[in-house]
């Protein structure tokens, strides 16, 4: 497991496997107590517990790989973006949250989401607002609503260590997720142009690399960049009528079919599912007869 980084009394906290799903990391403020995300790692969360205390959790969204270790923590203040508490308060919510209309995929996210994750019903105690400034003691965090990857997402400028964390905005090479059923692809844009002006010296994420520093331009041109490829690849499929069938099958986003169907094939459609309310909406494809097909 990669070693923790701290950039003044902001610590990156790694997850298991390079912080890869079913991981994501975590940040801590040191002096303030304050965790963000609790999908890391059980024995460093118990740590900082028995070492220098955890005081609040606060979560980036409400994604399950972000929540799994918050039994550890109960009793403790949750802190989450104001509108985005649904999916925490009952399983049913948070699958339809996601968009799951097949039972047989339900089931078995009904099943991961208990035993893999730990999902029970919980509240958040003091909702985030917009643009919120929050006096930490070592350090001061402003609350940046980032919608696009979740309607509530929220990502976290330290200000004097100049540190931002940009959570599932992760600049993996993967490109960005915005399938769930209130995800967007133009939202994500220009969140992510956003984030990318915070005067930040050090970015920190949710997954794989988890920290860039320097110049990070050419990574966020990259990550953005695997927007247009999906869409041109699905583009060019296109010039043929297609069903949504046939374009899940082709596996342009996860590049060959994988399992389990509820995560690859699910996530498949729903990504592809956006390119194509989009490109409906722009007039570069039309629906005809359940088939898509590229307008010339």
């Not at 930040?200 to 247009?228: M, N, P, Q």
């Not at 399992?259 to 490109?279: D, T, V, Y």
Request: one cysteine or more.
């Amino acid at each position: 497991m990669a070693e923790e980084r701290a950039f003044g009394p902001v610590r990156l906290i790694p997850a298991a496997n390079q912080g890869r799903y079913p991981h994501s990391h975590s940040v801590y403020v040191e002096g303030a107590g304050v965790l963000i995300d609790a999908g890391a790692d059980e024995d460093r969360y118990r740590a900082l517990i028995d070492g220098p205390g955890v005081k609040e959790v606060w979560l980036s969204h409400w994604h399950e790989d972000h929540l799994t270790y918050l039994d550890l923590f109960e009793g403790l203040p949750l802190r989450q973006m104001a509108g985005e508490s649904a999916p925490l308060s009952g399983l049913e919510t948070f699958l339809d949250w996601y968009g799951f209309a097949e039972e047989e995929f339900r089931e078995y996210w009904r099943h991961q989401l208990t035993t893999q994750f730990h999902y029970r019903p919980r509240r958040v105690t003091h909702p985030f607002t917009p643009g919120e400034v929050i006096d930490l003691g070592s350090c001061t965090a402003e609350v940046i609503h980032a919608p696009g990857h979740t309607p509530g997402f929220t990502a976290f400028f330290f200000r004097e260590p100049a540190v931002a964390f940009l959570g599932d905005y992760d600049l993996t090479r993967f490109g960005p997720w915005y399938g769930d059923r209130d995800g967007s692809i133009d939202e994500t844009i220009a969140s992510v142009r956003r984030l990318q002006q915070l005067p930040a010296k050090a970015w920190l994420t949710s997954h794989e690399d988890g920290c860039f520093e320097g110049d990070v331009a050419e990574t966020f041109d990259r990550y953005l960049a695997v927007i247009d490829e999906r869409e041109a690849k699905l583009l060019d499929f296109l010039a043929a009528p297609r069903t949504l069938a046939d374009i899940v099958a082709k596996c342009i986003v996860y590049r060959k079919p994988r399992e389990p169907r509820a995560f690859f094939e699910w996530g498949e459609g729903a990504i592809m599912g956006k390119h194509l309310e989009r490109l409906l909406k722009n007039g570069a494809i039309a629906l005809e007869d359940g088939r898509y097909r590229r307008i010339y």
